[in-house]
C-alpha cells in the first residue's frame, strides 16, 4: 500500500489547514493510518494516527487538542490542524502499517513524499 499525503501550503499562525493522505492498494480492516511531520534539521516526528478498525487516534503531546485525526467512507484520511505555530512548520508524511497505533515511525510503511506546511509568523 502507498500513501501520499496532499494539502499543505502557507498560513498565519492561528490559521487552519487540512491534509489529506489517499492510499492506493488494498488495505484490510486492521489497517492504521499515521501523520508525521519532519522539520529541516530534525527528526521525524509522531504526528496522529488513526485505527480503521475501531477510530481509536492517537496524537503527539505538541499537537493535542489543535490537531484531529479523520477518516471518511472512501478510505481517505485527515489531518485538520487548528490553532497553528509557526514550529508547526515542516513536511507532513502519512504511513500506514497493520495492527496496532504505533508512535514510532519505524513500523510504518508506504511513505509518499509529504507536503510541506508553512506557518508564518
Known amino acids: 500500500v502507498q500513501l501520499q499525503a496532499s494539502g499543505g501550503g502557507l498560513v498565519q499562525a492561528g490559521g487552519s489547514l487540512r491534509l489529506s493522505c489517499a492510499a492506493s492498494?488494498?488495505?484490510?480492516?486492521?489497517?492504521?493510518t499515521g501523520w508525521f511531520r519532519q522539520a529541516a534539521g530534525r527528526d521525524r516526528e509522531f504526528v496522529a494516527a488513526i485505527s480503521w478498525r475501531d477510530g481509536r487516534t492517537s496524537y503527539g503531546s505538541s499537537v493535542k487538542d489543535r490537531f484531529s485525526i479523520l477518516r471518511d467512507a472512501n478510505n481517505m484520511v485527515y489531518l485538520q490542524m487548528n490553532a497553528l505555530k509557526p514550529e508547526d512548520t515542516a513536511v507532513y508524511f502519512c504511513?500506514?502499517?497493520?495492527?496496532?497505533?504505533?508512535?514510532?515511525?519505524?513500523?510504518?510503511?508506504?511513505w509518499g513524499q509529504g507536503t510541506l506546511v508553512t506557518v508564518s509568523s
Open positions: 504511513a500506514g502499517r497493520y495492527g496496532s497505533v504505533q508512535v514510532s515511525a519505524r513500523y510504518y510503511r508506504g
Open positions: 492498494g488494498r488495505t484490510e480492516t486492521n489497517y492504521v
